[in-house]
């Protein structure tokens, strides 16, 4: 942490993982509670100097250099009491270097705080590596999604992977199962969603014209319609593999509802009266798995292909129903 002073100036050098980033937004995050409108009227003010010479907001840091800081208050840091504070967690670890960490992030934690939780993946594994300079999220996982998250461990393998997400890269294949039967083996969805707030303050989205351009390919890997699902009243269930070519919000929750298949145990988007059915037979979560990423390493460039097998309780789901399938 940086120490600004309120008495006098105070001179910061710029570390190598914080490099890249335009002056303001690099003042907004160390002058904790000092408005960006205040930060921007001292930099033009000239009381802000980069390496002694003015500067304008959308300059870009570098490695080793000097950011001359006028004396200026920021909002005292709160202690959070021990009850508050994220435990320190390790996840399982799929990848790692001194650049990219990707983790198999279980269903049931979100990735970060905030919207009535306290801490998520993130804030846990800061906690756990009190010694890690830069932790940072590279995208988002649902919080009943599991599976294949990432954390940039560097600023600039950060910068390169949101380039290649911007891109539509990487790709990402999730595993998922659909109450409903699907008509096709292979198909595409390219439905633009819309992002609003629903009845509650929750994030919601839906099929509309003015929403972003979206793209999922699905891949039928398997269809149940056995003795065992009638005896719970369910006609069908299907396990897909969904290739996401864009990259937003609910994306494959939704386009799987607009199949009128929507995913199995998921509160927001789903069958209410169908997940009831499949908690009898043992399914207590959504089932939705981020299970591969193929990316180009973002600092080498090398091929990556990085698997999490489907969780235990998933595995086992699959497995049942498969075994009931041949009982038939």
């Known amino acids: 942490m940086h120490a600004i002073r309120k008495d006098s100036v105070s001179l910061i050098a710029v570390a190598e993982h914080e490099e890249g980033q335009r002056l303001d937004n690099y003042l907004i995050k160390i002058l904790k509670g000092v408005p960006k409108s205040h930060i921007h009227r ?8 980069l390496n002694k010479k003015r500067c304008k907001p959308d300059n870009r840091i570098q490695a080793g250099d000097t950011v001359r800081i006028p004396p200026i ?31 198999n992030k ?30 940072e999220l590279v995208h988002r996982l649902d919080k009943d999604t599991s599976g294949l998250l990432m954390i940039a461990k560097k ?50 989205v839906r099929v509309s014209e003015d929403g972003q351009s979206t793209h999922t390919i699905f891949r039928v890997l398997n269809r149940f319609s056995d003795g065992l699902l009638h005896q719970v009243g369910l006609s ?25 298949c929507p995913i199995a145990g998921d509160e927001r988007y789903g069958d209410y009266q169908a997940n009831k059915r499949l908690q009898k037979l043992g ?35 699959v497995l049942m129903l498969e075994n009931q399938e041949k009982a038939v």
């Open 73 to 103: 208050r920021t909002a005292e840091k709160q202690r959070p009491s021990e009850s508050q504070a994220a435990p320190a967690r390790e996840f399982d670890i799929i990848y790692e270097d001194d650049a990219l960490l990707v983790i």
């Open 106 to 135: 279980p269903s049931g934690v979100a990735v970060h705080g905030g919207s009535g939780v306290s801490f998520g993946v993130i804030e846990q594994i800061r906690r756990a590596r009190p010694e890690a300079r830069y932790l």
């Open 42 to 49: 001292i930099i033009r003010a000239g009381e802000v100097r």
């Open 155 to 204: 600023r600039s393998a950060l910068v390169k992977l949101h380039e290649a997400i911007r891109n539509d890269h990487p790709k990402k294949i999730y595993l998922a199962l659909g109450v409903g039967k699907l008509p096709n083996d292979r198909f595409h969805v390219k439905l633009p969603l819309f992002k609003y707030t629903g009845a509650q303050g929750e994030k919601m």
């Open 236 to 260: 069908n269930l299907t396990f897909v593999e969904a290739t996401l070519k864009t990259g937003r919000t609910h994306q494959i929750r939704v386009h799987l509802q607009s199949q009128d």
């Open 283 to 317: 399914l207590k979560r959504m089932f939705l798995h981020a299970s591969e990423l193929h990316l180009a390493h973002p600092l080498t460039g090398e091929k990556l292909i990085l698997k999490a097998p489907l969780p235990q309780e998933l595995a086992q789901f």
